[in-house]
């Protein structure tokens, strides 16, 4: 009798997004890849830190700067790490999203990609607003002291 193998739980987060920016709304989005990208989002290859998202002129949402690495095992007809790649949500998300991130000093980021349980890349989303210096001070010496409040 054969053992069945244990699903791998792909879950790869954005760290930096939490210190750099307040999340105003998120939201899980499809995306559409191609070849062998699926395959290195299994291997665990994946760079979200630079990531962000832009619309264009026909209103679809399209995500740059993350890197998929190729897939060790392909050939010639490997994907290219850094290009840009389509999201997939419904109309009134985009239209939502448009509209907000319109506004002055939002910007749309992915915190977290992971693979569904019937096999799909999701990358969730957030609208999120740009932090100052002193908001960034501020957090770490809240951490620090929940912290301390616990240890105690």
Known sequence: MAKEAKPVIINIKNRRAGHEYTFLA??????MLQGTE??????????????????DQ???????????????????????????RKLLLNKRELKQL??????QGLTIIPLRLFVTDR??????IALAQGKKLYDKRNDLKEKAQKRDMERM
């Open 26 to 31: 998120k939201y899980d989005a499809g995306v």
């Open 38 to 55: 699926i395959k290195s989002i299994r291997e665990g290859n994946v760079n979200l830190t630079d990531g962000y998202c832009t619309f």
């Open 58 to 84: 026909r209103g679809d949402l399209w995500i740059h700067s993350i890197r998929i690495a190729p897939y060790s095992l392909g050939t010639y007809n490997n994907h290219d790490a850094m290009r840009a």
């Open 98 to 103: 448009a509209g907000k991130s319109v506004d």
């Open 119 to 124: 096999g799909f890349a999701k990358i969730e």
